[in-house]
């Protein structure tokens, strides 16, 4: 994505190393954005060029992936758009996810796959994290089954799509505790998170970044510590004994090379596991706590030796 205040940063720290870089948001594509790549015995050769660089795709060190935006026709009809934006898809974002020897920070096909939260607790688990009792249904008989001996329970959207409110600003689905009184009929209309809330003392946000493990304590007093940027403290902190080699479980589950961490932590000191977002913000913490975050992806995406 073109607007981008942590690729900003990436790209002032490659370029104050003399690392060459092109910046590109495939949702420009074919208008500003074109390719040209030929699939060869040595892999896809050829070119990808935007109006001020152009990339030898054979020579590609590095991607850095960030929330491009969508591929976009306007000027067609529904279905020729509809047809085009698929070629586009499966051309453009086929050729950038098979570049020859390219190191990606995260491929996009992996990102995909970590983003679903089912598939990320599941997978949570097996890496030996705690999880929150969880519940993922449609039906509202099992909703209040499930909320009644789990109390307090929190509904949690499974993706986090945006909403215009009244006033036209966009927001996120709210992140909040549930009582079985409250389900009704329309939980039937799709699939609903639901999840025993932690009795928390603070949350802790983990930042990996290929070799490097960021950890930082954020004490705000929120249910969701998203909501109110204005009220957090940040503080970093060593991991408990273990947690490491479980963040590189799960992110080796899904071929990931970083990954945003999000834990609370209990009364008892227990850190559990919400999430792990494959393409999470992170930037904004190194001014707050000075930790080196900035130079550590630099550093991966130069693939320089730790």
């Known amino acids: 994505m073109i607007d981008d205040p942590t690729a900003d940063l990436v790209i002032r720290e490659l370029h104050g190393r003399g690392v060459p870089v092109v910046r590109l948001d495939s949702g420009d594509f074919p208008a500003t954005l074109s390719v040209a790549a030929t699939i060869t015995s040595h892999g896809i050769e050829g070119t990808l060029s935007t ?19 969508r591929f976009a026709f306007p000027h067609l009809d529904e279905q020729n758009a509809r047809f085009a934006l698929t070629q586009a898809r499966y051309g453009l974002g086929g050729v950038l996810a098979a570049l020859p020897g390219c190191l990606y920070v995260n491929h996009p096909h992996r990102i995909g796959e970590a983003e679903f939260k089912p598939s990320g607790l599941a997978a949570a688990v097996t890496a030996g994290f705690q999880i ?5 249904t449609s039906d509202p008989d099992a909703a209040r089954t499930f909320i009644k001996p789990n109390r307090p329970v929190i509904y949690k959207p499974l993706s986090t799509p945006l909403y215009r409110n ?6 996120t689905v709210e992140v909040r505790e549930v009582t079985a009184d409250e389900i009704d009929d329309r939980v039937t209309g799709t699939a609903h998170l639901f999840q025993q809330r932690v009795d928390k003392v603070a949350d802790v946000r983990v930042t990996v970044i290929g070799d490097h493990v960021f950890t930082v304590r954020i004490d705000s007093g929120l249910l969701d510590w998203r909501t109110d940027y204005d009220r957090l403290t940040y503080t970093p902190v060593q991991p408990p004994p273990g947690l490491i080699a479980a963040l590189y479980r799960y992110l080796t589950h899904f071929g990931l090379v970083f990954g945003a961490f ?22 904004w913490l190194e001014p707050e706590t000075g930790l080196p975050m900035v130079a550590a992806m630099a550093d991966l995406l130069e693939r320089k030796p730790t």
């Open 51 to 69: 109006p001020t660089r152009t990339a030898d795709l054979s020579g590609v060190r590095s991607l850095y992936y960030r929330r491009p935006s």
């Open 132 to 136: 929150p009792p969880t519940l993922v």
């Open 166 to 171: 009244d006033a036209g600003v966009s927001c």
């Open 262 to 283: 999000d834990f609370a932590i209990d009364h008892d000191g227990r850190w559990w596991f919400l999430e792990c977002n494959p393409s999470g913000q992170w930037a």
